[in-house]
């Protein structure tokens, strides 16, 4: 299995809307790619998680880079690992905003640092959500 981290930034114009299509893509892409993960959204960055197949995460990024809605995209970690953090969820997300998109996709930070996962995964997560957009 094959994890990849990135953080990039919103486009200025960048909308509730297009949030919500990013969310509501991600999951039906993801659940037919067997591909799990973690969006975060501060008002002013991303910050995402993804795990699966190399084959199939390479190439979701490569897609994700060229995607107007953000700028500044940078690989934070990339590693194999033996088991993932976010299963069965094809997109966990979070944004600041209380009355942000997707309701069925979000998750209290709280209960995404209650999950089983490597010290330095949670460290890069944490330190993320620490940061004001």
Known sequence: MFRLIYIS??????TKQDLEDIVSVAIDHNAQKAIT???LHNGLN???VLEGDKAEIEPLYARIVKDARHVSVSTVMTETADTRIFEPWAMLFKTLPADSPAQ???IDMADVLALEMPA?????????DSLQG
């Open 9 to 14: 930034t919103a486009s200025d114009d960048i």
């Open 37 to 39: 993960g973690l969006l």
């Open 46 to 48: 991303f910050m995402q």
């Open 104 to 106: 069925d996709a979000r």
């Open 120 to 128: 330095h995964v949670r460290k890069i997560i944490t330190n993320f």
